[in-house]
Nanobody, 127 residues
């Protein structure tokens, strides 16, 4: 049974930084793409970043490009999201997701491409 567990969320002032982690278990994550999404209250779940199976190709939403960095440790089945220069509009529940349907892909911004999700971690940025 696949499990994704996010951690690292919290309350931070605008301009601050947080590092989210997503630890996977239950299956081999070596050959699959992973993504981060976020959902603010009353809003839809939005794409944040994705990383390919090898960890060499990444993609970002325009709103976070240059401030957030996605990375992975394949040996630890863990994906990270380093968030710098945080803004109040980054406040949301952040979810990691795994695409086990396709191997060796680059990662998608489409949430429908992911078949496993974590429970989410709250990030709150105060002004």
């Amino acid at each position: 049974q696949v499990q994704l567990v996010e951690s690292g969320g919290g309350l931070v002032q605008a301009g601050g930084s947080l590092r989210l982690s997503c630890a996977g278990s239950g299956r081999t994550f070596t050959f699959i793409a992973m993504g981060w999404f976020r959902q603010a209250p009353g809003a839809e779940r939005d794409f944040v970043a994705a990383i390919d199976w090898s960890g060499t190709t990444t993609s970002y939403a325009a709103s976070v490009k240059g401030r957030f960095t996605i990375s992975r440790d394949r040996a630890k089945n863990t994906v990270y999201l380093q968030m710098n220069s945080l803004k109040p509009e980054d406040t949301a529940v952040y979810y990691c997701a795994a695409d086990f349907t396709r191997k060796y892909t680059s990662g998608s911004s489409d949430s429908a491409q992911y078949d496993y999700w974590g429970q989410g971690t709250q990030v709150t940025v105060s002004s």
